[in-house]
Nanobody, 118 residues
Framework: QVQLVQSGGGLVQAGGSLRLSCAAS????????MGWYRQAPGKERELVAI???????TYADSVKGRFTISRDNAKNTVHLQMNSLKPEDTAVYYC????????????WGKGTQVTVSS
């Protein structure tokens, strides 16, 4: 059984910073892509950033230059450093990873609220 456990998030003023972390645990033989998605009220879930196991990263245009995704392969963790936060970044943020356990599957964290006040 694989779990993605998220930490971080909370309430911050516009212009501030937050850091999200996600740790994968369980029977894990390999992890390919790890990423962060977000879902704002009334909107569909969208990709924020994704990082391959070779550390190549892709970002949504809306967060480029403000957010940085990183991963620690030894600890099966992925982080999202969010700087210069804007009210429109307010959403529930979800961690996602493609993991080889009994087979290759995508796993999701339970989500964490990020609220940016103006």
């Amino acid at each position: 059984q694989v779990q993605l456990v998220q930490s971080g998030g909370g309430l911050v003023q516009a212009g501030g910073s937050l850091r999200l972390s996600c740790a994968a645990s369980g029977t894990i033989f390999a992890i390919l892509d790890m990423g962060w998605y977000r879902q704002a009220p009334g909107k569909e879930r969208e990709l924020v950033a994704i990082i391959g196991n070779g550390a190549s990263a892709t970002y949504a245009d809306s967060v480029k230059g403000r957010f940085t995704i990183s991963r620690d392969n030894a600890k099966n963790t992925v982080h999202l450093q969010m700087n210069s936060l804007k009210p429109e970044d307010t959403a529930v943020y979800y961690c996602n990873a493609r993991i080889l356990s009994s087979n290759w599957s995508y796993y999701w964290g339970k989500g964490t609220q990020v609220t940016v006040s103006s």
